[in-house]
C-alpha cells in the first residue's frame, strides 16, 4: 500500500548580507557638532622614532606596537618591514577608510565590503640627499603621483557609493596633506 503525499514546496533561498562592523552613528553626530561650533580646533598627533641600525627604524606610537620601518634590500636595507614611502602610503589609506565609513555611517549606509588600493610613483634619485642628483628641488623628490582605486560594496547603488568615496577624499586629512603644502619645520632636539 502507497501513501501519497502533497508536493512539497522548497523555501526561497535567502541571501544574507555581513556587513562590515559600524562604528557609533550617534557619537559620530556628537563629533561633528562639535566640529561644526569649534571648526578651528586641532588635535596633535605625536610618533617617536628610533633608528635599531642601517634603515631599520621602530617608530613608538602611544600604547601601539611600534610600526617597524626598513627600506628593501636594493636600497641598502635587510627588507625586514614596509618601506617609509608606503608606510605613507598605508596612512592614506587607513584615513581614506576611517572618511568612507564615516560618510557612510553619516548617510545611513552599510557597508558590506570596502578595500583601497594604493600606489605612487617615488623617486629617490638625490639618495636621500647623500650626493646623488645635487640639483633637485623639493617639488621634484618624493612622490611625483598617487593613485587610489577604492572597491566598496553596500546597500546603496554605485552612484552613492562613488559620493562617497569623493567626499571622504575631499575631507581626508591624510590626502589633503599630501595635495597641499602645509608648514614644516625640523631642528635638533634639545
Not at 562604528?23 to 586641532?42: H, Q, T, Y
Not at 627600506?71 to 627588507?79: K, R, S
Not at 552599510?110 to 640639483?135: C, H, S, V, Y
Request: with cysteine.
Amino acid at each position: 500500500m502507497s501513501i501519497a503525499t502533497a508536493p512539497t514546496t522548497a523555501p526561497a533561498p535567502t541571501t544574507v548580507k555581513a556587513y562590515l562592523r559600524p562604528i557609533d552613528r550617534d557619537g559620530l553626530m556628537a563629533f561633528a557638532d562639535k566640529g561644526r561650533n569649534n571648526p578651528g580646533s586641532r588635535g596633535t598627533n605625536k610618533v617617536h622614532t628610533v633608528m635599531e641600525g642601517q634603515y631599520r627604524s621602530l617608530s613608538h606610537v602611544g600604547n601601539h606596537q611600534p610600526v617597524v620601518v626598513d627600506e628593501p634590500l636594493h636600497l641598502f636595507g635587510q627588507d625586514t618591514a614596509p618601506a617609509p614611502g608606503e608606510i605613507v602610503l598605508s596612512g592614506l589609506g587607513g584615513c581614506l577608510a576611517v572618511g568612507v565609513t564615516a560618510v557612510a555611517t553619516w548617510k545611513q549606509v552599510k557597508l558590506t565590503r570596502l578595500e583601497i588600493f594604493m600606489e605612487g610613483d617615488i623617486g629617490n634619485p638625490a639618495a636621500w640627499g647623500a650626493g646623488g642628483a645635487l640639483q633637485k628641488m623639493p617639488s621634484e623628490m618624493g612622490f611625483q603621483a598617487i593613485r587610489v582605486k577604492v572597491l566598496v560594496e553596500g546597500d546603496a547603488p554605485r552612484e552613492v557609493l562613488d559620493e562617497i568615496v569623493q567626499h571622504a577624499n575631499f575631507y581626508s586629512p591624510v590626502a589633503n596633506t599630501m595635495r597641499n603644502p602645509i608648514p614644516f619645520t625640523i631642528s635638533l632636539a634639545d
